[in-house]
Every structure is written in C-alpha cells, then in structure tokens.
C-alpha cells in the first residue's frame, strides 16, 4: 500500500506530539512493507536554529528509516506554516497518488477536500480542537474550524483521540456515519504489528528513556 502523511513540521523531530505519532506510524509501516511517504514543512525548528537538522534544512527529498521524505514549499511564519505546507504537499500527493492520505490537525486538513475530489482515501486523525485555544484569533480559529468540518465530511475515516471529542463529531450535524474514535484500516496495519514486535520493543529503549512498547501501547489507546 502506497500511503501518505501531511499535516506535521517535520521528521525526525521531537517538536510536537504529532511529530512523534507520525514518525512511529510512518516507520512502522515502512517496516511492514509498506510505501511511505512523509511531506515535510521547510522551515527551522521550532524552539530555535541550533536545534535543525536534516528534517528542517533540507531541500530535496531523502529516506528515513524506510520512509520517503519530501520537503515542501512552507511559508515559515505563524498562522502560514500549516496552510501553506499542507496545501502544497495535497497537490503533490494528488499528482503522486498514493492509496491513502493521512493527515493530522484540524488545520491541514482544510485541502483535504481536493484530495477527496481527486479521488483519493482519506484519513484525519483530529488530535484536539485547536480552534477553541484562546491563542488563535478569529481568521485563524475560523479556518481551523473550517479543517474541522471537511474532515468530518469529506474523510474515508476520522481518528480522534477521546470520548469527549468522539462524542462531539457525532453531535455535529455534518458528521459522517463512518466517524468513529478508531480507524479500521490502521488498526490493521499498526496494531496486527505489534504482535511481531514485542519481544523487539522490550529491548529496545527510545531516546526519551522509555521502551518502544510504550510508544505502541500509546499508538494503541489512540486508535483502538
């Protein structure tokens, strides 16, 4: 299966929660077999320049742990990052077509519709509500809204990551009736892995100090 990722900063990175939830998914699946491919923002890492590295200078593609890696066009300021990164790796995607686009947050997932009109399955795995942060004023929040709402219509399947937010998405009147808190189609292709991986995991310690079974059990509660 050919997969996409869009809606990240960047990997290898340990910028944000997503980063590491599409890191472990995107390598895990590459280590199944699978084509994997990861559409990264240009653009300096987050808590300053000293921390880039190859994720955040690069400019043409490259692998990583069996994934494909390919930097796109970013407008590196705040509120432009996500729009823009997202937008140009959907059209990329689309010209690639993959099997499956997964993207991740309420606001790259705003081109998620040109990917559904092109023909394309998709995932959003909506990691919070973003627009209801006190951070983001009115356009920002209106767009994150809008992110929200072409998910909820427009994706082949919808991950969240609690009941409240489950609840929420089948409360709204746009919401589809195949949203639910787990997606099938990773459950099979993450979760059937763990089986083959346990011994693996318990000997093999992450660079935060834990295990990588932790980082499946995590992956688990998420999506199933």
Same mark, same amino acid.
């Given at each position: 299966?050919?997969?996409?990722?869009?809606?990240?900063?960047?990997?290898?990175?340990?910028?944000?929660?997503?980063?590491?939830?599409?890191?472990?998914?995107? =390598?895990?699946? !590459?280590?199944?077999?699978?084509?994997?491919?990861?559409?990264?923002?240009?653009?300096?890492?987050? /808590? *300053?320049?000293?921390?880039?590295? $190859?994720?955040?200078?690069?400019? #043409?593609?490259?692998?990583?742990?069996?994934? +494909?890696?390919?930097?796109?066009?970013?407008?590196?300021? +705040?509120?432009?990052?996500?729009?823009?990164?997202?937008?140009?790796?959907?059209? #990329?995607?689309?010209?690639?077509?993959?099997?499956?686009?997964?993207?991740?947050?309420?606001?790259?997932?705003?081109?998620?519709?040109?990917?559904?009109?092109?023909?394309?399955?998709?995932? /959003? =795995?909506?990691?919070?509500?973003?627009? $209801?942060? !006190? +951070?983001?004023?009115?356009?920002?929040?209106?767009?994150?809204?809008?992110?929200?709402?072409?998910?909820?219509?427009?994706?082949?399947?919808?991950?969240?990551?609690?009941?409240?937010?489950? $609840?929420?998405?089948?409360?709204?009147?746009?919401?589809?009736?195949?949203?639910?808190?787990?997606?099938?189609?990773?459950?099979?292709?993450?979760? $059937?892995?763990?089986?083959?991986?346990?011994?693996?995991?318990?000997?093999? /310690?992450?660079?935060?100090?834990? =295990?990588?079974?932790? *980082?499946?059990?995590?992956? *688990?509660?998420?999506?199933?």
């Amino acid at each position: 299966m050919r997969i996409a990722f869009i809606g990240h900063k960047r990997i290898p990175s340990r910028e944000g929660g997503i980063e590491i939830v599409v890191d472990e998914l995107a =390598t895990r699946m !590459a280590a199944r077999g699978e084509q994997v491919v990861v559409y990264n923002r240009k653009g300096h890492n987050v /808590a *300053g320049e000293e921390f880039d590295n $190859q994720s955040s200078t690069s400019d #043409k593609p490259y692998m990583y742990r069996g994934v +494909k890696v390919i930097p796109v066009t970013t407008i590196d300021a +705040k509120g432009l990052a996500a729009l823009t990164s997202s937008f140009f790796a959907t059209l #990329k995607a689309i010209k690639a077509r993959p099997d499956v686009i997964h993207y991740h947050a309420e606001g790259p997932c705003v081109p998620l519709r040109l990917a559904h009109w092109a023909g394309i399955r998709t995932v /959003a =795995t909506i990691h919070g509500l973003d627009w $209801q942060r !006190a +951070k983001w004023g009115r356009f920002a929040s209106m767009y994150l809204k809008l992110g929200e709402r072409t998910a909820a219509k427009c994706a082949d399947e919808v991950i969240v990551l609690s009941r409240g937010v489950q $609840q929420y998405f089948k409360d709204a009147k746009e919401e589809r009736k195949h949203c639910s808190r787990s997606s099938s189609l990773w459950i099979r292709l993450l979760l $059937q892995h763990v089986q083959h991986e346990r011994q693996d995991d318990e000997r093999s /310690a992450d660079p935060l100090g834990g =295990t990588r079974k932790t *980082g499946i059990r995590a992956l *688990g509660l998420v999506l199933g």
